[in-house]
């Protein structure tokens, strides 16, 4: 069995700052209360008894900053790498913006199927099928190339919930995933794919 964890980076904005819907074009490091969820992120592992044998992220920087707190604090030397689909999704004219006015553009209608369906809205840029394939695409060598190890992927909310569709695990399934929060799927070597967690936070 291969476990494959998939957690969202920490916070970029802290209590009082204004927040805005920041895409794969907005690099923020993590604030303040997200390098605290980094951390929690990271003792959590600590105490599941998660040593990952393998790390992946996205080539934004918040993602690297909470991959590495949980592997600075497992102490092994595992190499991070990048994936470059794990980017989070480019919100086109509501990049970076208030989400008042992105739900004043685009309207609660298209932003619930967003939530509940990940429909992108028009305008952002986000292609679901080929974000689906790519997280197939990695279940797929995982079971053949990592079986038996722990697999950390930290992204962000808007590509973390093409995995659950990937999986055909989404039926159900709240598929936000919160700031500093993960989930667990199980790989066995036929290919089947479970679901032991979502959404958890430290």
Same mark, same amino acid.
């Given at each position: ?8 980076? =920490?916070?970029? /904005? ?7 819907? +920041?895409? =794969? ?10 390098? *605290?969820?980094?951390? &929690? ?9 998660? @040593?990952?044998? @393998?790390? #992946? ?10 991959? @590495? ?15 470059? #689909? ?22 609660? *209608? %298209?932003?619930? *199927?967003?939530?509940?369906? &990940? ?20 279940? &797929? ?25 990937? %999986?055909?695990? %989404?039926?159900? +399934? ?10 667990? /799927?199980?790989?066995?070597? =036929? ?12």
């Amino acid at each position: 069995m291969t476990r494959i964890v998939v957690a969202r980076h =920490g916070n970029t /904005f802290d209590k009082g700052d204004v927040v805005t819907r +920041v895409g =794969g074009r907005t690099d923020l490091p993590l604030s303040v209360s997200g390098k *605290a969820q980094a951390a &929690a992120l990271a003792e959590h592992c600590q105490r599941q008894g998660l @040593r990952f044998n @393998r790390a #992946f992220c996205s080539p934004l920087q918040r993602t690297k900053q909470t991959a @590495r707190a949980v592997l600075e604090l497992q102490g092994d030397d595992v190499e991070l790498k990048v994936l470059p #689909f794990l980017v989070e999704v480019d919100y086109g004219p509501d990049e970076n913006k208030p989400e008042a006015e992105v739900v004043a553009r685009i309207g609660e *209608a %298209a932003l619930k *199927a967003w939530e509940e369906q &990940a429909v992108p809205p028009p305008g952002w840029h986000i292609d679901p099928p080929a974000v689906i394939g790519r997280w197939q695409e990695f279940f &797929a060598k995982a079971v053949k190339s990592y079986a038996g190890e722990d697999v950390l992927l930290v992204t962000s909310n808007g590509i973390a919930r093409f995995a659950l569709q990937a %999986a055909g695990l %989404a039926e159900g +399934v709240d598929l936000k995933l919160k700031t500093g929060a993960y989930g667990v /799927f199980e790989l066995q070597s =036929g290919g089947e794919i479970s679901l032991t967690s979502w959404n958890l936070r430290p």
